[in-house]
């Protein structure tokens, strides 16, 4: 059955570093999304992603983060400069289309900012 | 306004037996899915079951069942004969319009045997 990876599965970076989280959607689905949650808390979205460019983001996606899809099978969320604040678990999601259809998460990377 | 509820922040159910996770959601529009995602501790988001705001059967999928109840808003979850491996937290999230997923708080059960 085909499912969304993400790598990697932990990662571990100082304040002020910069961290590449990637995934690979399913590969007949079209829209892609990044959502994260910190610890104990729930799911929150950060950013919808559809031929190859942005559709929807959140208050939480500021300048720090971007999203790129450099290949037909990756999709990468980036921080530019990572702060405390950005601990939490990262998940990555695909879906055949967009209004209503199950959208399908990845197992998260877990990132934790010291 | 929260646009999903769940009332419950943990639940205790005997194994073999069923159990019910609240939802309740908030939209005015009318085309909406609602789902339930679980998250056992290892953490990953599993994908259970899917209601659309149109269908007019309860969703099943195995022992999940969706008790949808339009008109109160509702979309409660119902396990039948509790595992133990059915431990985790579980999120119910909604979709409606052009707005993305949004997530409740979650409802941690745990199964005793």
């Known amino acids: 059955e085909p499912e969304v990876t993400q790598t990697p599965s932990h990662q571990v970076t100082q304040m002020g570093q910069e961290v590449i989280l990637r995934c690979v959607p399913i590969s007949n689905h079209l829209y892609f999304y990044w959502y994260r949650q910190i610890l104990g808390q729930k799911v929150e979205f950060l950013v919808s992603?559809?031929?190859?460019?942005?559709?929807?983001k959140s208050e939480i996606f500021d300048d720090q983060f971007s999203v790129e899809r450099p290949d037909g099978s990756n999709f990468t969320l980036k921080i530019r400069s990572t702060k405390l604040e950005d601990s939490a678990m990262y998940f990555c999601?695909?879906?055949?289309?967009?209004?209503?259809?199950?959208?399908?998460f990845g197992p998260g990377t877990r990132l934790l900012v010291l | 306004a929260q646009k999903i509820t769940q009332t419950q922040p943990g639940m205790f159910v005997q194994e073999k037996e069923a159990v019910t996770l609240d939802c309740t959601y908030d939209t005015s529009d009318q085309s909406y899915g609602l789902f339930w995602y679980k998250q056992p501790s290892s953490g990953e988001m599993i994908f259970l079951i899917y209601q659309g705001s149109y269908d007019e059967q309860n969703a099943t999928e195995g022992r999940y069942s969706l008790n949808f109840q339009k008109a109160r808003k509702s979309a409660n979850l119902v396990i039948s004969a509790s595992q133990l491996g059915d431990s985790a937290m579980y999120f119910c999230a909604m979709r409606d319009g052009n707005t993305p997923l949004v997530f409740g708080k979650g409802t941690r059960l745990s199964v005793i045997a």
């Open positions: 992603f559809y031929n190859n460019e942005i559709s929807e």
């Open positions: 999601a695909s879906s055949e289309a967009r209004s209503s259809e199950t959208q399908y």
